[in-house]
Every structure is written in structure tokens, then in C-alpha cells.
């Protein structure tokens, strides 16, 4: 009997699966016998998830005969169509206001989080109560806000008209600067959530030691606070990114067709022109570059030992 690949039971041998599968199996069915209680959500993600994505996977190859019409085959046809101008020109899109949106809100997010954390603890649960009553607030009840705010019979024009500084209100929206306000405003609340745990896990006696030798409030936060926490920032931009890049409802409501961005033309090929496989191939690039990017957040996560938790 060759070790690893058959074992005897009565007159038959019993072919034992590959490695690979036999440790996939144990990494998933050890877990499992640990903690009974998992067995059910991981047969709800592996229903509702993985069974999905496989199909997406499958369809993303199928041939397209016509309009609405395609059939199974294997084709790379799809996935060739990410070098013309439709997918690129969207992409740069996504990437732009990813990329800003995420800046923005860690302009923000930032030096708010490390204020709230050098509080007391009755108000540092107050202002995380805040935080978390702006994010129980659902994207199209912040978008059709602020389209209220930016639109020109009650919009903030009007307020500019009052002071003198505009001679007539004007609609803000649709626009480029509209819908980076509207993603940048709906990130910070998740930027402070990242940032929090790292903020309180500072330790005090650094910055009282440079403001006892000299330094001044702002200059300890550049030169002292900054630096101690550069991987969470760059771990809660990452994050931020993967999360604008799915923004579906924001862009929808405040910007301008030439602004659309990956979820739009994912849903517009899917729902509007018919065309499943190449929908389901913009969706398999999506995922795999989040995929991706998750994995880097949790790698600058474990390195870091003020974030870590």
C-alpha cells in the first residue's frame, strides 16, 4: 500500500482524497466540531454567498448571442472588454472618487477621533452614540438630504444669497464636487469607528513628554500622534477605498451620468442592456480587487501595535 494515496479496507482500497482537498476539509470540518453552533451560519454563507459567486463565476464566461440572449461556453471575451474605453473611463472614475473620498474623510476622521479620544469615558460614549446614530442613517436618506441641501429652492445658495455673496441660488447638483461630498461625509462615520480602538490604545505619557519638552498641541499631533499611527490610517484609507469603490446609491442620486462609477455600470449591464456575463466579469474583477485589498488592511493591521486589537 503507497503511503498517503490508498488504504486497505477488506479486498478493496479506499483512494484517499489530495492533500489539498484533505485540508481544506479539516480546516473547515475541525472548526465545526469545536463549535457546533457555526454549523448553521456557515451553511447560510455557503448558500447565499458561495454558491452565488460560483454561478457568477460560471456566467462570466457564457457566450453572448444577441441582445438578452447568451449561452454556456468559455470565452474570454468579457474579461478582454476590461481594456476598452466603456471600462476604463469608469474605472478611473471609481478610482478618483475612491481615492478622494477617502482622504477627505480621513481629513476629517482623524484628528476628531483623537480629540474624542483624549475625553473622559462618559463623553467619549457619547460622541461614539453620535457617531453611530449618523451611521444608522440609511445612503438614500443621506443622499436625498443632501440633495435638499445642495438643490436650489431650500439649498445653502440661498443662505449664500442672504449674505450678499451670490446674487441668485443655484442647484449644486447634479455634480462631480456634490457626489465627493456626498460619499466623503457618508465615509466618516466608518473612519472613526477604524480609528477609535488605535486612538485610545495611545499612550498619554508620549505626547505630554514632547509638550513638556516644547512642543506645542499641533506640532505633538504631527510629529508624535501622526507617525504612531500611520498604518492604521493607511489600513482605514484601504478600507474606505473598497467601500466607495461599491458606492451605488450617492452617485446615483448626486452625480452626472459622466460620473458613474463600477456599481453603476455593473447594474446597468445586468438590469438595463441584458448582458449577464459581461455584468458578472466587471462583478468577479470587483471582488477579486477587494479580496485583495482586505487581505493588505488585515497584513497592516497584525503589524501594527497600537491597532492591533
Known sequence: MSTGQTASHGHEPVRRPPLPVRLLLDGIVRPLRRFPAAIFPTLMLGVFFVVPFCIMVVISFWHRIESKTYEPSFELTHYARFFSPLFTSHLWVSIQFSVLASIFSLLVAVPFTYFISRFRRRPQVLALVFVLCVLSLSEVI????????????????????????????QSLFPGYFATLFGLSYFNIPFAVLVLYPACTRLDRELTEAA?????????????????????????????????????????????????????QLITDQALQRGNFPFAAALAFFFMAVTLILSLVTVWLRRGDPVGRA
Do not use: C, H
Request: no cysteine; glycine share 8%.
Open 211 to 263: 509638550q513638556t519638552l516644547g512642543a506645542s498641541p499641533v506640532r505633538t499631533f504631527f510629529s508624535v500622534v501622526l507617525p504612531l499611527l500611520e498604518r492604521t490610517i493607511l489600513a482605514a484609507f484601504i478600507l474606505l477605498f473598497v467601500f466607495t469603490m461599491g458606492a451605488f446609491v450617492t452617485p446615483t442620486w448626486l452625480g452626472r451620468p459622466e460620473d458613474t462609477m463600477m456599481a
Open 142 to 169: 443621506i443622499a436625498y438630504s443632501l440633495s435638499v441641501a445642495m438643490g436650489r429652492p431650500a439649498g445653502i445658495t440661498n443662505v449664500l444669497v442672504w449674505l450678499g455673496m451670490m446674487d441668485e441660488p
